[in-house]
């Protein structure tokens, strides 16, 4: 809902663009971003959209993904989701991933084979980790 996002731009990124397949979040995201200085985009989609290589930019400093990787394996199947997230790793410098259940590494394996390392790992109260990966060499 633009939370994180907000968050971040309190350290003046030149641009944020979040995609959520939920209609209201892209709302209130887009609501608390009016005025801001930080130039933004949010679109609503679902990331097996046709639309999506139009939105997306060439690259991304950092990139989210927070716990969407298996509600999109489940919704498209696991051939089309790692196809779509492994266009979108390798798009970026960082990436921040929270996974509910550690055990299922395919995201992991998915990022690591992109060149990335784990550079920090985070537990939540809740459960999930949050997993911090930086390009290897950057």
Request: aromatic share 6%; no cysteine; net charge positive.
């Amino acid at each position: 809902m633009g939370i994180v996002a907000y968050e971040i731009a309190k350290h003046r990124p030149a641009y944020i663009h979040g995609i959520d397949i939920l209609k209201p979040h892209i709302r209130v995201a887009r609501s608390i971003f009016l005025g801001s200085e930080v130039e933004s985009r949010f679109d609503a989609m679902s990331l097996g959209s046709r639309k999506l290589q139009s939105v997306l930019k060439g690259s991304y400093n950092i990139v989210l993904l927070l716990a969407v990787y298996q509600h999109v394996r489940r919704g498209l199947g696991q051939e089309k989701a790692d196809r779509i997230f492994s266009d979108i790793i390798n798009r970026a410098q960082t990436v921040l991933a929270r996974v509910p259940d550690e055990d299922d590494i395919r995201l992991q394996s998915l990022i690591e084979g992109a060149g990335f390392t784990v550079s920090h790992r985070h537990q939540s109260p809740r459960g999930s980790t949050v997993l911090a990966y930086q390009r290897i060499g950057v």
